[in-house]
T-cell receptor, first 108, second 114 residues
Framework: GIQVEQSPPDLILQEGANSTLRCNFSDSVNNLQWFHQNPWGQLINLFYIPSGTKQNGRLSATTVATERYSLLYISSSQTTDSGVYFCAVDGSNYQLIWGAGTKLIIKP | ETGVTQSPTHLIKTRGQQVTLRCSSQSGHNTVSWYQQALGQGPQFIFQYYREEENGRGNFPPRFSGLQFPNYSSELNVNALELDDSALYLC?????????????FGPGTRLTVT
């Protein structure tokens, strides 16, 4: 089955810093989503981006489908950006296949 | 537009008992997927429901079962609870029928089995 790898596993930054999170996947996909899971467990949709580039405020994402990776950029980090960032792609059997996540801590 | 809701928020059960978790899909969405997330891990797919039928199932035993109702809401039932069933259970809704379309998640139900 398809494999999803995220890097780095952990990231600690000062408020105001920029960061890049990476998601590699082992096969072609029709669906790629980025999520932010807050400390209370809520998964928040960030981007639905099987290909191309999208931006939403301080966040942007790029997926290069032919090279099987996606990047999530966070600029001018705020403490509320802390949490775990997951990417997920469509696998067999109608499911989303998830990476292990990047745990981001933003220090004030 | 109403988002995905789940109930209850928290639940404590004893090993061997049965539990029912509930999910109301986002307005206009017709497909519901259920996931289990153990502490420190990513979500694991349990199954998906579309038009009141199960379409696709992850690596979970038959004691995990579900229902979808005509209004697209859904239930997850777990029988003969085991300690390892302690986890956050997440429901996601999507529009588009069978498949892993863009999914929107509820706040989850945190189940503790003692």
């Amino acid at each position: 089955g398809i494999q999803v790898e995220q890097s780095p596993p952990d990231l600690i930054l000062q408020e105001g810093a920029n960061s890049t999170l990476r998601c590699n996947f082992s096969d072609s996909v029709n669906n790629l989503q980025w999520f932010h899971q807050n400390p209370w467990g809520q998964l928040i949709n960030l981007f639905y981006i099987p290909s191309g580039t999208k931006q939403n405020g301080r966040l942007s994402a790029t997926t290069v489908a032919t090279e099987r990776y996606s990047l999530l950029y966070i600029s001018s980090s705020q403490t509320t950006d802390s949490g775990v960032y997951f990417c997920a792609v469509d696998g067999s059997n109608y499911q989303l296949i998830w990476g292990a996540g990047t745990k981001l801590i933003i220090k004030p | 537009e109403t988002g995905v809701t789940q109930s209850p928020t928290h639940l404590i059960k004893t090993r061997g008992q049965q539990v029912t978790l509930r999910c109301s899909s986002q307005s206009g969405h017709n497909t519901v997927s259920w996931y289990q997330q153990a502490l420190g891990q990513g979500p694991q797919f349990i199954f998906q429901y579309y038009r009141e039928e199960e379409n696709g199932r992850g690596n979970f035993p038959p004691r995990f079962s579900g229902l979808q109702f005509p209004n697209y809401s859904s239930e997850l039932n777990v029988n003969a609870l085991e300690l390892d069933d302690s986890a956050l259970y997440l429901c996601a809704s999507s529009l588009g029928g069978i498949g892993a379309y863009e999914q929107y998640f509820g706040p989850g139900t945190r189940l503790t089995v003692t």
